[in-house]
Structure formats: C-alpha cells, structure tokens
C-alpha cells in the first residue's frame, strides 16, 4: 500500500524552542494531508487540515500561530511547533488520502517531549 | 459523521476469534463504517470498511447489521501481534477527515 512517513520518529526540545516535524507521502501525491495529536491514553485528535499551495484549515481550538502548517509540495507537509512548552508534549500523526482510495495512510507518527 | 460507541477493552485467547463490537445507531444512509487499529506508539493503520453488506478482506470480517445500526469486527485466528486499540469510524465515502473515538483496547492473551 501507499506510504506515509513522518521525520523525525522522536524528538526532545527545551522549552521556548521551535519544532519541526515532516510529513512526506512516498509514492503518491497528496494535495491533502491531516495532522492529528495524541496525548497518552487518549484517542487521536484533529488539528488541522493541510492543503497543498494554500493555508491550512484548524479545527477549532488549535492555534494556527502556535502550530505552523506548510504544506508547499505534493509530497510534503511540515508542522512546525513554535515555542514549545511541556504542555505541547505529545504523539503527533500525519495522515494522507490516496487519490481515490477509501482509506487514509498514516505516518509513524512523532512523539514530541519538551522538557 | 455519526458517533461511535465501543467497549473500552477485551481480551481474547491468541489462536480464537476476536470479535469487536461498534455501536453507530444514528448512522445515515451514505455514511460508511471504517475500522482502524493503532498498535501502540504508532500510527493507525487502515483494517477494512463496509457500507451495508458483510465485508472480507486478509486482515478481518466485517459484519453489518441488517438495521446498520451496529457492526461487528472479526479477526478470525488472532495472534499477539492483534494486540492494539481498534477504532470504528462512521463517515461519508469521500470525507476524508476522520474523527476518533475512543475504541476498544484489544488484549490477546497467551
């Protein structure tokens, strides 16, 4: 099947930095591409809606200058968590359509801890 | 999309069948059932999907009631490596947002 991947798998930063995770598509193009978050013991939650050459959708609740979406090429899509605090520690998953498939392809998923 | 309701757990014996339920008894005629498990600490990873009739592939059984207000998941011979938390979403064919419940931790037990 397609393949998602997502760099890096896991990621330590200190608190008041930037973080930047990559969400490429392998084999396919996504002009579409979802980022989720995952606190421990809790279902994935949406957070935003990447489209391709144009502004990211968030749900209601995620703060869009706080989470940076980029999605400037079919094949990739960035999330890039600025001035990060512990609270932002997380399990952070991309996923991707494949054209006319029915279902979506996820990345390995990040896990993010600011320490 | 219709909500979901699931058991939070279940243990099942490796080598017997595991059966999942899913609630979604406010399911609208267009919207599909999908199923997704999540093995711990990665992504999830597409099972199978169905809209009224009962569906097969390599991985499980998918069984739709008649009313389609609930659906059951089978893995046939579950082994170790079923061990996950399964997810049953209901969405429109084409939506490709998915929004997750809080699924059904599997636990195959030796």
């Known amino acids: 099947g397609a393949v998602v991947s997502q760099h890096p798998s896991w990621v330590i930063c200190k608190s008041g930095t930037s973080v930047k995770i990559e969400c490429r598509s392998l084999?396919?193009?996504?002009?579409?591409m979802f980022w989720y978050r995952q606190f421990p013991k809790q279902s994935l939650m949406l957070m935003a809606t990447s489209n391709e050459g144009s502004k990211a959708t968030y749900e209601q609740g995620v703060e869009k200058d706080k989470f940076l979406i980029n999605h400037a090429s079919l094949t990739l899509s960035t999330l890039t968590v600025t001035s990060a605090h512990p609270e932002d520690s997380s399990f952070y998953i991309c996923s991707a359509p494949v054209g006319t498939a029915t279902e979506a392809f996820f990345g390995q998923g990040t896990r993010l801890t600011v320490v | 999309d219709a909500k979901t309701t699931q058991p939070p757990s279940m243990d099942c014996a490796e080598g017997r069948a595991a059966n999942l339920p899913c609630n979604h008894s406010t399911i609208s005629g267009n919207e599909y059932v999908y199923w997704y498990r999540q093995i711990h600490s990665q992504g999830p990873q597409y099972i199978i999907h169905?809209?009224?009739n009962n569906e097969t592939n390599e991985m499980a059984s998918l069984i739709i009631t008649e009313d389609r207000k609930s659906s059951t998941l089978i893995l046939p011979h579950a082994t170790l490596r079923d061990t996950a938390v399964y997810y049953c979403?209901?969405?429109?064919?084409?939506?490709?947002?998915?929004?997750f419940g809080t699924g059904t931790r599997l636990t195959i037990i030796p």
């Open positions: 084999d396919f193009q996504a002009t579409t």
């Open positions: 979403i209901v969405r429109v064919k084409g939506n490709e947002k998915l929004t």
């Open positions: 169905g809209l009224k």
